[in-house]
């Protein structure tokens, strides 16, 4: 419809089928390696209190300061959207005492997320994540597969040679102490060429300056002082394993010290991965070590890291590449009938072939045979069966190749075995729903 009445919101889309072709590929790809990697997937509500997104997060963070969808119940109690996905895993991890369990503990996500910002290409107010967070380990090496999952899952997308992977670290919340101190001096003095979001950030939280994508802020952001100067023997010797470990992996990086990442919770690694393409929104995942945030969230110390990617993102990327995912909707065969007697034989047979796992469709409403041909040719199926009033009589059925455009007529009996032989086995098959 050209005007339709009624819209979706400002920002949120519906997913089409042919979108969803990429979806399904998308998390098949992710739940296979989180699988084989011992990855068990979670998901967290779509909403949580407020407070468990504003702790962790931080107040002074773009998504808590201004990017949360609020509402409140009618006992006033204050809610949000979920923003992002740690939090939420972070809290159900303590909630439901997973810290007993032998660690590290490592779990995946595939959810919808929601941050009021302005939306634009890639960016929209409604949008998936997948992510995976490890918890309950500090060695640098667990940072490395987390990585290289992330890099593994790029490829398998066939995106990896289109992104770089941005890698950094932020050492310690001890180094960064002394860190900030260095930062507030550089800025004091020269508040007046920072944009308003920085100038309001740099007493809040000094690091967020280094991130800004405001031009004159980037400016003075690159001859401020580099945090590398104040790092402690101990997180420069996590982010030199940390290398060697991805130099073993294969798997290519580019350092960049500009990279802090928006969240307050962050330490020692970051890393991000980026389009080589232009584009303002270029990242389509990022993640990173988060060794004080289960504590924060009133937990014991425990090290942590994760990863998020956004789905849309990918999928755009993929399309920028020219990836098609596997058409799992393609129709098998399309059942054609005529008269009631033939009408009732189908129903059954149809329903046959599906249990099979072939992807079957019948025109069972009441439509000429022209007409039903006509729909098997736009749905592209790859075979007819065609069951006329002489066909039941005879007891048979035309087995009609689409691609070949000949056809042969055949015994009615035997016809779900033929086609199976002929279709081979499928996986949607009803038989192999309880296979491991
Ligand atoms: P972040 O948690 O902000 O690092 O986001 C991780 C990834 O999620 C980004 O790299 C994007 O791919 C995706 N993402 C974040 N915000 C949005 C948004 N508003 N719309 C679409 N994708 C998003």
Partial sequence: MSNPKYQSPKGVHDIL??????????????????????????????????????????????????????????????????????????????????????????????????????????????????????????DPAIDAQVIYISHRINQDLGIADRLTLQLNTIGSQEDRKQFREDLINYYTGKERSLCEDCKRRLHENPMRLLDCKEEDCQILASMSPKLESVLSEESKKHFELLKEYLDELGVKYELNSMLVRGLDYYTHTVFEFWSKHEGSQNATGGGGRYDGLVKLMGGQDTPAIGYAAGIERTILYMKEAGIRPPNKDKVDIFVAQLGLVAKKKSLPLINKLRDHGIITVGAVGKSSMSGQMGLADKLNAKYSLILGQIEVQEGTIILRNMERGSQETVPFDGIVDKMVELLGEKKLSSKNLWEE
């Fill in 17 to 138: 089928p042919d979108d969803h072709l990429y979806f399904s590929f998308i998390k098949k790809v992710v739940r296979h390696h989180c699988r084989r990697a011992g990855f068990r997937r979670i998901s967290t509500p779509m909403f949580e209190n407020v407070e468990v997104f504003k702790r962790s997060i931080g107040e002074s963070s773009d998504i808590v300061e201004k990017e949360m969808f609020l509402f409140e119940s009618k006992s006033g109690k204050k809610f949000a959207l979920k923003p992002e996905g740690t939090a939420g895993v972070v809290r159900a991890y303590l909630e439901h005492g997973m810290s007993n369990l032998p660690k590290p503990v490592e779990l995946y996500y595939i959810e919808p997320h929601f941050r009021y910002n302005r939306p634009q290409k890639g960016r929209y107010r409604q949008f998936h994540q997948f992510g995976f967070e490890v918890l309950g380990e500090s």
